[in-house]
């Protein structure tokens, strides 16, 4: 008797556990009035699409010019996890997102959650985009809508067990899913601009911060540089702690893809560099302002 | 045994040998080649973007030595420079991928489009800053479109 008791208690236990666990790795939209009354202008849309650095993984990898604006997706990031493709987000209404309503963008972007509610690997940076502003993305949609429609089918992601349990992905949100602000305290309005730039849309810490096992981004490590993704190669810590770049210098990288030595940026950084250069100046000097104001790591912490 | 003795002390000389060639990192040689090339234009191409920058005045004379300089460098043959592997797994002083020899990569196509913007500012150094800073754009942008597909992060 005493032993069924216990077996009911147990099974209730288990039952609400799982309960509490399909709540917690649930996805968690907006609500459905999170973008009410936002009207969104293709013209600042523009400039978000350029800060967000959509093209740079969405666009072919050789894409130039108004190539960039077709984004059918298909270029492969490998990682330790498993190689991802990039989708086509072309406002094609099968292959792309021409179906997706403003708040469908932001649940994507803010949330990491399709329309049909499933979670997207981090793979597609929304622990960065997750600070972005509701106007910015209604007017990033506006303007994603007025782009060439491709009808490239996108390809599925080549991730094995475990890490294929989308579910999961409900458990990395929880850890690693935030909306606060990395470098806090008193920052002037160009270092504040500068910091919604590189820590919300231009998502520079997906690279440039090291992750933990659990791929989290380890933020007392903020842009202290980490090893490339796919294996290949270190990306740069660019604290202050290393990079000893006049702000000059920073604004023109960003915007010819030079260094002080007239070395050229290579590799993913030249494509960051394409996006970057269609930036206003002031953009580019906020940037360079508040890297200047990133508590500087040390060399290959 | 004095053939036995000879002979196992020449395999040893052998082996010692291939192991003192086993401390020289691969393709040493030609990284090194490479990296001096690449230092050399950018010293040219710092000179040249000074003046367009307006951190240096122009000269059409000093503009135009680097131009010349930059455009012989380009025009270089690189045939010992790039054999097949030495790539940054075979030795990481070098940040070149093994891409660059990727058909798809069509590094001599991206080559050629290097060599034709360092004529170009051949051309235009020497005929005034504005003529100088319509050619840095190009140039700029064949160094970028070759790095961006061959190079790792370092």
């Known amino acids: ?301 | 045994m004095k053939k036995l003795f000879a002979g196992l002390t020449l395999a040893a000389m052998v082996m010692g040998g291939a192991g003192l060639a086993q401390d020289k990192p691969p393709f040493a040689m030609e990284i090194k080649a490479r990296q001096g090339i690449m230092a050399y234009r950018a010293l040219n191409l710092g000179r040249l973007g000074a003046m367009a920058k307006g951190e240096a005045e122009y000269n059409a004379e000093a503009a135009q030595a680097a131009a010349d300089a930059l455009a012989a460098s380009a025009q270089l043959d690189e045939s010992l420079l790039w054999p097949e592997g030495s790539d940054h797994s075979a030795n990481p002083a070098t940040t070149a991928d093994a891409k660059l020899w990727d058909i798809e990569t069509d590094y001599d196509g991206k080559h050629t489009e290097f060599v034709n913007a360092a004529l170009a500012m051949q051309q235009a150094a020497g005929q005034g800053l504005d003529q100088l800073k319509a050619a840095m754009g190009p140039l700029g942008a064949s160094c970028g479109s070759c790095h961006k597909a061959t190079r790792i992060p370092n």
């Open chain 1, 1 to 301: 008797m005493a032993l069924k008791r216990r077996i009911i208690w147990l099974a209730a236990g288990l039952g609400g556990l799982a309960m509490a666990a399909w709540i917690l790795l649930a996805p968690q939209p907006l609500s459905q009035d999170a973008m009410a009354g936002l009207t969104g202008d293709p013209v600042r849309g523009e400039q978000v699409f350029w800060a967000a650095g959509c093209a740079g993984c969405h666009a072919d990898f050789d894409a130039k010019g108004d190539e960039k604006l077709i984004l059918r997706g298909g270029q492969r990031f490998a990682s330790p996890f498993g190689t991802f493709v990039a989708p086509n987000i072309s406002p094609h209404p099968q292959a792309g997102i021409g179906s997706w309503s403003a708040l469908d963008l932001a649940n994507a972007m803010k949330r990491g959650v399709s329309p049909e509610g499933e979670h997207y690997y981090p793979a597609f940076p929304y622990a960065s985009y997750a600070r972005a502003d509701l106007q910015d993305i209604a007017d990033l949609h506006a303007f994603l809508m007025t782009l060439p429609p491709d009808p490239t089918p996108s390809q599925p992601h080549e991730v094995g067990f475990p890490f294929n349990i989308r579910a999961a992905l409900g458990g990395w949100k929880l850890l690693f899913l935030t909306d606060d602000w990395v470098v806090t305290g008193d920052l002037t309005e160009q270092e504040a601009r500068g910091r919604y730039l590189v820590e919300a849309l231009g998502h520079c810490g997906e690279c440039h911060t090291p992750r933990n096992a659990l791929g989290g981004m380890q933020l007392n490590l903020w842009l202290a540089g980490a090893p490339s993704p796919d294996g290949k190669g270190r990306i740069p810590n660019i604290t202050p702690g290393a990079l000893d770049w006049s702000q000059a210098d920073i604004v023109e990288y960003l915007t010819s893809g030079f260094t002080p030595d007239y070395d050229s940026a290579g590799g993913h950084m030249a494509l960051v560099v394409q996006n970057t250069a269609h930036l206003p100046e002031s953009d580019r000097a906020a940037i360079a302002a508040y890297l200047k104001r990133v508590p500087p790591v040390a060399e290959r912490p």
